[in-house]
T-cell receptor, first 114, second 116 residues
């Protein structure tokens, strides 16, 4: 059964710092990996989706990498801002019959201090 | 901006009541999903649908039921609410995807349910 772990569970940084969030998964047979952002009282917003054949995706100040063979992904946030404060979730989709399902980690709660 | 809506946003109800959580999307997506999330915990898939008249159970066992009579509408029903059903319920939708079966999922704002 796929398991997704995110480290650290919480992170507090001063504004302007670059930071890395980590995600690991136990079964490397994934179709893709997604990073989401969840704000309190709101749903999830998709940030980046990396197909299993890709190694990274970039969107603005965000860069996500994927090392499928080692079961790891990182989300790099450059020049952090207070508006980046949220919980960041990593999710993987299985291959084959399970490809419709996303398995989520518990998330990393990020606080960016002005 | 994704157009997926959930009502109610918050619900406090007594044990034994029947409740229906509404979810609607205006994007014409074939696939829709229901997730359950407890505070500080992972999202778990409880139901999904490939399209009209299609409903399947997810990984997490749930006493709830769903229906998909219209493409845009995917309601979740609890026939008899219990305190153990207290949680946040998130609805999502995505395109079919063809050769890429998992497209980005768009999430609604969620319904926070408290059963007393």
């Amino acid at each position: 059964k796929q398991e997704v772990t995110q480290i650290p569970a919480a992170l507090s940084v001063p504004e302007g710092e670059n930071l890395v969030l980590n995600c690991s998964f136990t079964d490397s047979a994934i179709y893709n990996l997604q990073w989401f952002r969840q704000d309190p009282g709101k749903g999830l917003t998709s940030l980046l989706l990396i197909q299993s054949s890709q190694r990274e995706q970039t969107s603005g100040r965000l860069n996500a990498s994927l090392d499928k063979s080692s079961g790891r992904s990182t989300l790099y946030i450059a020049a952090s801002q207070p508006g980046d404060s949220a919980t960041y979730l990593c999710a993987v989709s299985g291959s084959g019959a399970g490809s419709y399902q996303l398995t989520f980690g518990k998330g990393t709660k990020l606080s960016v201090i002005p | 901006e994704a157009d997926i809506y959930q009502t109610p946003r918050y619900l406090v109800i007594g044990t034994g009541k029947k409740i229906t959580l509404e979810c609607s999307q205006t994007m014409g997506h074939d696939k829709m999903y229901w997730y359950q999330q407890d505070p500080g915990m992972e999202l778990h898939l409880i139901h999904y649908s490939y399209g009209v008249n299609s409903t399947e159970k997810g990984d997490l066992s749930s006493e709830s039921t769903v229906s998909r009579i219209r493409t845009e509408h995917f309601p979740l029903t609890l026939e008899s609410a219990r305190p153990s059903h207290t949680s946040q319920y998130l609805c999502a939708s995505s395109e079919w995807g063809g050769d890429s079966p998992v497209k980005t999922q768009y999430f609604g704002p969620g319904t926070r349910l408290l059963v007393l």
